[in-house]
T-cell receptor, first 117, second 109 residues
Framework: GAVVSQHPSWVICKSGTSVKIECRSLDFQATTMFWYRQFPKQSLMLMATSNEGSKATYEQGVEKDKFLINHASLTLSTLTVTSAHPEDSSFYIC?????????????FGPGTRLTVL | GQNIDQPTEMTATEGAIVQINCTYQTSGFNGLFWYQQHAGEAPTFLSYNVLDGLEEKGRFSSFLSRSKGYSYLLLKELQMKDSASYLCAVKDSNYQLIWGAGTKLIIKP
């Protein structure tokens, strides 16, 4: 099956710093990648849809200047949390959609746990 | 608005069968997905239904009725490792995936 990697798997940073999370599709090209965040015991919340070569589409209530998304190639999308604050602490998960004529399910990366002190 | 409902939590016994229901109200329909998510991990794909009926995959089966806006995930011969959250998601007319809140399944020996 399709493999999506994320790096780092966990990060602890000080308040006010920026953190970059990478999402890579390892064995396929992903024209569309998705970024989610998930708080403990809650469901996935879509933050933005990232399309290769164009600006990301952000969901309502997600600050585009705070959560910078870059999808520079067909295998890499990055999420940068700028000026992180403790309330940004969460589990961030990326996924990529495989367009192969089938169900086009999303394959998820292992997630990045961000803790802001 | 768009809405997906599934029970918050269910409990079942090892070796038994459990059915997790999902009802949806979305603008259009382009398929329904079930994902499994263990605590602290990312979701993994379980099944996909786009036509009415039952899709069977080993111990897991998923059913869809588009006219009723209803699906269920059936898990047979439950094992302790099946303890996880099960997420129902529907692709709407814009092919956007709408997620349910998930059902936490607790398996007891």
């Amino acid at each position: 099956g399709a493999v999506v990697s994320q790096h780092p798997s966990w990060v602890i940073c000080k308040s006010g710093t920026s953190v970059k999370i990478e999402c890579r599709s390892l064995d396929f090209q992903a024209t569309t990648m998705f970024w989610y965040r998930q708080f403990p015991k809650q469901s996935l919340m879509l933050m933005a849809t990232s399309n290769e070569g164009s600006k990301a589409t952000y969901e309502q209530g997600v600050e585009k200047d705070k959560f910078l998304i870059n999808h520079a190639s067909l295998t890499l999308s990055t999420l940068t949390v700028t000026s992180a604050h403790p309330e940004d602490s969460s589990f961030y998960i990326c996924s990529a959609e495989v367009l192969a004529g089938g169900p086009n399910e999303q394959f998820f990366g292992p997630g990045t746990r961000l803790t802001v002190l | 608005g768009q809405n997906i409902d599934q029970p918050t939590e269910m409990t079942a016994t090892e070796g038994a069968i459990v059915q997790i229901n999902c009802t949806y109200q979305t603008s259009g329909f382009n398929g329904l997905f079930w994902y499994q998510q263990h605590a602290g991990e990312a979701p993994t794909f379980l099944s996909y239904n786009v036509l009415d009926g039952l899709e069977e995959k080993g111990r897991f089966s998923s059913f869809l009725s588009r006219s009723k806006g209803y699906s269920y995930l059936l898990l047979k011969e439950l094992q302790m490792k099946d303890s996880a959250s099960y997420l129902c998601a529907v692709k709407d007319s814009n092919y956007q995936l709408i997620w349910g809140a998930g059902t936490k399944l607790i398996i007891k020996p």
